[in-house]
């Protein structure tokens, strides 16, 4: 790295446990569902950075409320139980923090199967949602020549928000695995965004190569890009070896896998097998860190 080289921070929050309430649900497209949190106890949030996640607690089936582990001292973190009733979680991007409204708005994709799919579907006002976090924020300078981001739906509430804050005249190439042309929505931007939508036209969730098809064929802008890129695991390793090959530098290099097929919960923190090569020197990319050398994601 170059001494005039971006640094990315990470900068991390107390972190708090919340019980909050649903205001309102919105149905954003067929398969995304925008819940709005509200309540006493958002009082506090925190959140400033595109990719800044909670662990959102679900109520059991036939229950009301949702249970939350217990808050350890300071590096504790969150302290789950060893006997039931067990917390149940998953992780959700902050799309929208409003502090004057005291609004949290959530994205979930509807899959089918899945508590946390499950509930977005018949989530409804008055409705109870545990959250942990965010645990902190990785704080991307905005001083790129260009910027890839790309994903399917579960990241696509971190892309919109990258979208929104890049600065006016900043070159985005942008891919968005969705179903099908009626998952397409406006996003807002100032950047110079060339935005494709790409359709699995039928082909199931975390199946083909669509995503690395897309990424492969574009011809990458002059200057030094930062790469925020996530999605269904398996699917993004061609792009991760892609992205390798092409000699994009790692502490500027996020693929992120948000899920995994046939995994409930996947941990993102775990390293995936490919993101380990056996006698790979420390300068080579990607190291065994699930992100770059800089900005590692903050573990809730
Ligand atoms: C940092 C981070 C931020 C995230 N932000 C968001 C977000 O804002 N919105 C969002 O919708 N998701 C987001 N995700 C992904 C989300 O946490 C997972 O998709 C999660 O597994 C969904 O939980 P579930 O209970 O519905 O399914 P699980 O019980 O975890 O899984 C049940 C089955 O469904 C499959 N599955 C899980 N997700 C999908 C999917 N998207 N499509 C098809 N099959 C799936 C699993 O492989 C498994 O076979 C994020 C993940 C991470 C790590």
Redesign the pocket.
């Known amino acids: 790295m170059t001494s005039n080289a971006p640094l990315i921070d990470t900068v991390y929050h107390d972190l708090a446990l919340r019980t909050l309430e649903v205001i309102r649900v919105t149905r954003v497209t067929p398969r995304l569902v925008r819940v709005t949190l509200g309540g006493p106890e958002l009082a506090g949030f925190i959140d400033r950075a595109p990719?800044d996640?909670v662990k959102a607690f679900f109520p059991a089936p036939g229950e009301l409320e949702p249970v939350l582990p217990l808050l350890g001292d300071d590096d504790e973190g969150l302290i789950f139980p060893d006997v039931p009733p067990f917390p149940i979680s998953?992780?959700?991007?902050t799309?929208r923090f409003d502090p004057v409204a005291g609004e949290l708005d959530?994205?979930?994709?509807l899959?089918?199967?899945?508590?946390?799919?499950?509930w977005a579907a018949q989530a409804a006002p008055g409705q109870k949602l545990g959250l942990a976090g965010p645990r902190g924020s990785v704080m991307v300078p905005l001083e790129f020549d260009w910027y890839l981001l790309a994903s399917?739906?579960?990241?696509l509430?971190?892309l919109s928000r990258y979208l929104e804050i890049l600065p006016e005249g900043a070159i985005a190439k942008v891919f968005i695995l969705v179903d099908d042309a009626g998952e397409e929505h406006h996003l807002e931007t100032k950047a110079d965004a060339a935005i494709t939508w790409v359709h699995r036209d039928g082909l199931a969730?975390?199946e083909g190569d669509l995503l690395h098809r897309a990424i492969s064929a574009l011809e990458f802008p002059p200057g030094r890009p930062y790469v925020w890129i996530t999605g269904e695991a398996g699917e993004l390793k061609p792009i991760r070896r892609h992205l390798r090959a092409a000699g994009f530098d790692r502490d500027y290099t996020d693929v992120?896998g948000?899920?995994?097929?046939?995994?409930?919960?996947?941990d993102?923190h775990l390293a995936d097998d490919d993101e380990e090569e056996p006698g790979a020197d420390a300068a080579s990319w990607p190291a065994s860190s699930r992100r770059g050398g800089q900005g590692s994601?903050p573990h809730l």
Do not use: C, I, M, Q
Request: hydrophobic letters at 25%.
């Open positions: 990719a996640h998953r992780d959700y991007t799309r959530l994205d979930f994709v899959h089918g199967s899945g508590v946390a799919s499950v399917d739906e579960t990241g509430p971190g969730h975390g992120d948000y899920w995994k097929r046939g995994t409930v919960n996947l993102h994601s």
